[in-house]
């Protein structure tokens, strides 16, 4: 359910957001900015999540092995 906010801002900051956001998409704007701030997503549900992904855990693991193979030819 979404509610409606009404909030104030300085007119070159509306002005800005007009012309760079657009018309009508300054409430989404604002909402993918703000919501990593106020919501917590449950980490335990996405990892589970990704790791089902069977692709993206067979290019994690050759970058993975990759990054070890750089690190032994690595002068110290």
């Known amino acids: ?3 409606k906010l009404t909030i104030t801002v300085d007119e070159e900051v509306y002005t800005g957001l007009h012309k760079t956001i657009g018309p ?7 909402e993918e900015l703000v919501r990593p ?5 449950n980490l335990e549900l996405a990892y589970s999540q990704m790791s089902k992904d069977k692709k993206r855990e067979a290019d ?3 970058w993975a092995e990759m990054t070890f193979k750089d690190m032994a ?4």
């Open 73 to 76: 030819r690595e002068k110290r």
């Open 24 to 30: 009508r998409k300054i409430g989404k704007f604002v």
């Open 1 to 3: 359910m979404q509610k």
């Open 60 to 62: 994690a693991l050759d």
């Open 37 to 41: 701030h106020v919501i917590r997503p």
